[in-house]
T-cell receptor, first 111, second 114 residues
């Protein structure tokens, strides 16, 4: 079992650009959550997807959007990038009554 | 507001010694889970231990144990017989029963030295 896999591992973008991050959940998991971890901070919940629908959302602007595919994999899209969007983006997957398993994250740098 | 406070930004301990990391939280909910996660330089968040709020007995996982004081909203992590591989960031977090949204603290950087 490969666990939760995220791609790419590192990414550099310019202000104003758009970015797409990808996540493949652990085998058997149907729920995917995304977190933003700024330098020196704990992760902050962005949103969660289940059955291809956004089920919960944290305090993030509409520039942050997502998608879940029928195979449960997920994408996080960020439009109109700001310098403050530079962070580690973590994906976590789970299924009912299991704890969240995290991927190794995507390090996004906005210049 | 639901918050988690980790008041120790950095801690250090000698190999084989014991160290305790502190965590307090604030919530008006009564049903929740508490967690300690470890984040080594590889960046992957790894679950260390979890505690269900309705259980009075403190959770234990090998060298890791917690001191859960529900009334005080305190949830500390004790690491016994510290090993070099325990060097990492440690995050305290909680989650409510009817949601899957983890709320994290700001972390404690633990350095284990020989």
């Amino acid at each position: 079992d490969a666990g939760v896999t995220q791609s790419p591992t590192h990414l550099i973008k310019t202000r104003g650009q758009q970015v797409t991050l990808r996540c493949s959940p652990k085998s058997g998991h149907d729920t995917v959550s995304w977190y933003q971890q700024a330098l020196g901070q704990g992760p902050q919940f962005i949103f969660q997807y289940y059955e291809e629908e956004e089920r919960q959302r944290g305090n993030f602007p509409d520039r942050f959007s997502g998608h879940q595919f029928p195979n449960y994999s997920s994408e996080l899209n960020v439009n109109a990038l700001l310098l403050g969007d530079s962070a580690l983006y973590l994906c976590a997957s789970q299924t009912e009554n299991t704890e969240a398993f995290f991927g190794q994250g995507t390090r996004l740098t906005v210049v | 507001a639901q918050t988690v406070t980790q008041s120790q930004p950095e801690m250090s301990v000698q190999e084989a010694e014991t160290v305790t990391l502190s965590c307090t939280y604030d919530t008006s909910e009564s049903n929740y889970y508490l967690f300690w996660y470890k984040q080594p330089p590889s960046r992957q968040m790894i679950l260390v231990i979890r505690q269900e709020a309705y259980k009075q007995q403190n959770a234990t996982e090998n060298r890791f144990s917690v001191n859960f004081q529900k009334a005080a909203k305190s949830f500390s992590l004790k690491i016994s017989d510290s090993q070099l591989g325990d060097t990492a960031m440690y995050f305290c977090a909680f989650i409510f029963y009817n949601t899957d949204k983890l709320i994290f603290g700001t972390g404690t950087r633990l350095q284990v030295f020989p």
